[in-house]
């Protein structure tokens, strides 16, 4: 158990629909990250939030939006997907932004868009 | 730019030492990491490496640093089925915050 829990650990949605992954850290850190995984492809970082404010966005499509209400959750909102898209969606958090600590991992989100 | 490179497969026998190897082009990079990811779970950091040191050891594990051929490796010693994973390198780069550049993981089986 690392302390950072991920809902839903499957997803199979259409790509009309709209969804969200949520993540939930109980570490007190103040950075959360999303982390893109598709096969055979390094993972790739999709935003960071330090305290709430967005700090990184890697030339994210705009189809995914993320959210971070408070320090302890964030969110990956989900609409007209490709089927591309298709990955394991891993959410991660760390102390602070700055520095190099540590970052804990979900389990992820595994993605399938029909 | 930023890439980080590893082999796909390795293969081992259970008792043997296994040695995955990395190499990246950024010679800014600060600190240097291993992460295990077993079947259907997140990444676990193993062990990490400041750029200024040549070689790390915890346990059964060994971090070395070669930092003019801009080489790393991890051998673990005496590996057991349990450390059937897939294994990924990752680099930080100075002034980068903490954005972690991985390399596209290396798949250990350890067969009896």
């Known amino acids: 158990e690392t302390g950072v829990t991920q809902t839903p650990r499957h997803l199979v949605m259409g790509m009309t629909n709209k969804k969200s992954l949520k993540c939930e850290q109980h570490l007190g850190h103040n950075a959360m990250y999303w982390y893109k995984q598709s096969a055979k492809k390094p993972l790739e970082l999709m935003f960071v939030y330090s305290l709430e404010e967005r700090v990184e966005n890697n030339s994210v499509p705009s189809r995914f939006s993320p959210e971070c209400p408070n320090s302890s959750h964030l969110f990956l909102h989900l609409h007209t997907l490709q089927p591309e898209d298709s990955a394991l969606y891993l959410c991660a958090s760390s102390q602070d932004w700055r520095g190099a600590g540590e970052q804990y991992f979900g389990p992820g989100t595994r993605l399938t868009v029909t | ?112």
Not at chain 2, 2 to 16: A, H, K, N, Y
Not at chain 2, 50 to 68: E, P
């Open chain 2, 1 to 112: 730019g930023e890439d980080v490179e590893q082999s796909l497969f390795l293969s081992v026998r259970e008792g043997d030492s296994s040695v995955i190897n990395c190499t990246y082009t950024d010679s800014s990079s600060t600190y240097l990491y291993w992460y295990k990811q077993e079947p259907g779970a997140g990444l676990q950091l193993l062990t990490y490496i400041f750029s200024n040191m040549d070689m790390k050891q915890d346990q059964r594990l060994t971090v070395l640093l070669n930092k003019k051929d801009k080489h790393l490796s991890l051998r673990i010693a005496d590996t057991q089925t349990g450390d059937s994973a897939i294994y990924f390198c990752a680099e930080i780069l100075t002034g980068g915050g903490n954005k972690l550049t991985f390399g596209t993981g290396t798949q250990l089986k350890v067969e009896l």
